[in-house]
C-alpha cells in the first residue's frame, strides 16, 4: 500500500514537498521508488526514480528543480518541488512495481 501526502497550492516560483508511506508487503528498502503525475487530458509520465541503492533519475521536465529523496529508516519517499510552473499542475502519484498510491493534487497558480 502507498499513501501520498502534501499536495496543494502553490504559486509559481514556489515549493511543495510531496511524501510516500509505504506498508503493507512491500518490501521497500529493497524497492525502487518512483513519482508520476497525471495532468487533465493528458496520459500519466514519469517524473523522478529513486533506487534501492539511491541512485536517483528525472525527467528532463523537472531536472533540477525537483529532488527525490527515501528514508529507509520510515518507509518514506519524498518529491521537494521547487521553482514550480503551472505545467507542474497535476496528480503526483508514488509508485514501486505493482503498486500506485491513490495520487495527492497539485496546482500551481500564476
Known amino acids: 500500500h502507498l499513501e501520498e501526502a502534501g499536495g496543494g497550492l502553490a504559486q509559481v516560483g514556489g515549493s511543495l514537498r510531496l511524501s510516500c508511506l509505504a506498508s503493507g508487503t512491500i518490501y521497500f528498502i529493497g524497492s525502487a521508488m518512483n513519482w508520476y503525475r497525471q495532468a487533465p487530458g493528458h496520459a500519466r509520465e514519469f517524473v523522478a526514480e529513486i533506487t534501492a541503492l539511491g541512485v536517483t533519475n528525472y525527467d528532463d521536465s523537472v531536472k533540477g528543480r525537483f529532488t527525490i529523496s527515501r528514508d529507509n529508516a520510515k518507509n518514506m519517499v519524498y518529491l521537494q518541488m521547487d521553482s514550480l510552473k503551472p505545467d507542474d499542475s497535476a496528480v503526483y502519484y508514488c509508485?514501486?512495481?505493482?503498486?500506485w498510491g491513490q495520487g495527492t493534487r497539485v496546482t500551481v497558480s500564476s
Open positions: 509508485q514501486t512495481g505493482a503498486d
